[in-house]
């Protein structure tokens, strides 16, 4: 069963940034598309980086411009690098599988999230 752990949330002011970390296990990490989604309270689940294993990337409308997405192969390890942050982009923020044909395409295993909150 694939694991993903994602860490590097917290508590950070707004136009601050934080960079968040996901490590994969139990699946072949290079030849799968990663990605980072969020969901803020009252609010659907929402879409905001994709990265493939050849490093093509996708991004979501909401933090498009802000956010960084990478991945190091050899670490099993995905990245979201958030800067100038806003107080609307508090949430947890997950990490999950899937595919990038075009655009990202989650797929079925996600991680348990990491709260990132924003203060105004």
């Known amino acids: 069963q694939v694991h993903l752990v994602e860490s590097g949330g917290g508590l950070v002011p707004a136009g601050g940034s934080l960079r968040l970390s996901c490590v994969a296990s139990r699946m072949p990490f290079v030849i799968n598309a990663m990605g980072w989604s969020r969901q803020a309270p009252g609010k659907e689940r929402e879409f905001v980086a994709g990265i493939s294993g050849g490093d093509r990337t996708d991004y979501g409308d909401s933090m498009k411009g802000r956010t960084t997405i990478t991945r190091v192969n050899g670490e099993n390890t995905v990245y979201l690098q958030m800067n100038s942050l806003k107080p609307e982009d508090t949430a947890v923020y997950y990490c999950?599988?899937?595919?990038?044909?075009?655009?990202?395409?989650?797929?079925?295993?996600w991680g348990q999230g990491t709260q990132v909150t924003v203060s105004s």
């Open positions: 999950n599988t899937g595919t990038l044909r075009g655009r990202f395409k989650s797929g079925a295993s």
